[in-house]
């Protein structure tokens, strides 16, 4: 087990999902970690429970990361109450399905504010305040590799966030910090489950050679690399986590 001791990881949107898997699988390698959460209080003070009945540390955020001034806020108090913060995890997004002619604008608008803006407060936040030799790991989507239908406004926010990856690590040159993605395929979990039916899931499972579903372990592992000692000549890239399937 990677020793990350005294290191301080902030995940947003985590707590379910995807985003609660990496917030426990990093506080397993050692990191402090921080639940960052918009609304769900209940679930993300189980969670930090959870992690510190295993032994692990673990506090919880409340911040809107679509306001600058909030994600700000959370960068303020980490840094008073650890001296500073070491990884990024830029985990927190919604998904709104819709064909492009039939997407209204609060689609569109509420998932450009929390996908796309949400992941570049955080990312300016950390490129400014983020410890030498720290970590930023974006969350994309393997559906901007396939491209399936329904899919524009999300897939367009993360290819946005792929693109924003690829710069923020050049600018970042001089402080050993990496700043790469991962693009999960389908993941179990209540976010890409909800509103299909076990035929569709079954249809998605099958479009990797693996044939299954991602689970959110299987993705917390890769940001785990990315964010732990054996990532570290990675940088700029992103990584998709999807069985095969683009």
Not at 68 to 93: I, K, P, T
Not at 134 to 145: D, L, P, Q, W
């Amino acid at each position: 087990m990677p020793n990350e001791t005294n290191k301080v990881a902030i995940v947003t949107g985590a707590s379910r999902g995807i985003g609660a898997a990496v917030a426990e699988r990093l506080a397993g390698d050692g990191f402090t970690v921080v639940i960052n959460y918009s609304g769900d209080t209940k679930s993300a003070e189980a969670l930090a429970r959870k992690i510190e009945g295993k032994g692990g540390r673990a506090l919880t955020a409340k911040a809107d990361v679509s306001d600058a001034s909030a994600v700000r806020g959370m960068f303020d108090a980490e840094e008073a109450a650890f001296g500073g913060v070491d990884v990024l995890v830029n985990n927190a997004g919604i998904m709104k399905l819709a064909k492009i002619a039939d997407s209204d604008d609060a689609l569109f608008d509420q998932q450009v504010a929390i996908n796309l803006k949400g992941s570049f407060n955080a990312m300016r936040e950390a490129a400014r305040r983020l410890r030498d030799g720290g970590r930023i790991v974006n969350i994309s989507t393997s559906v901007v590799g396939t491209r399936i239908e329904t899919y524009g406004v999300y897939a367009a926010t993360k290819a946005a966030i792929e693109t924003m990856t690829a710069v923020l690590a050049k600018e970042l040159r001089g402080r050993s910090i990496t700043v790469n993605a991962v693009a999960p395929g389908p993941t179990a979990t209540d976010l890409f489950l909800k509103g299909k039916t076990q035929e569709v899931i079954d249809r998605f499972a099958q479009m990797n050679p693996l044939e299954r579903l991602g689970t959110p372990e299987d993705i917390a592992a890769s940001v785990a690399f990315l964010a732990g000692p054996d990532g570290s000549w990675i940088n700029g890239q992103t990584l998709r986590a999807n069985g095969g399937m683009v």
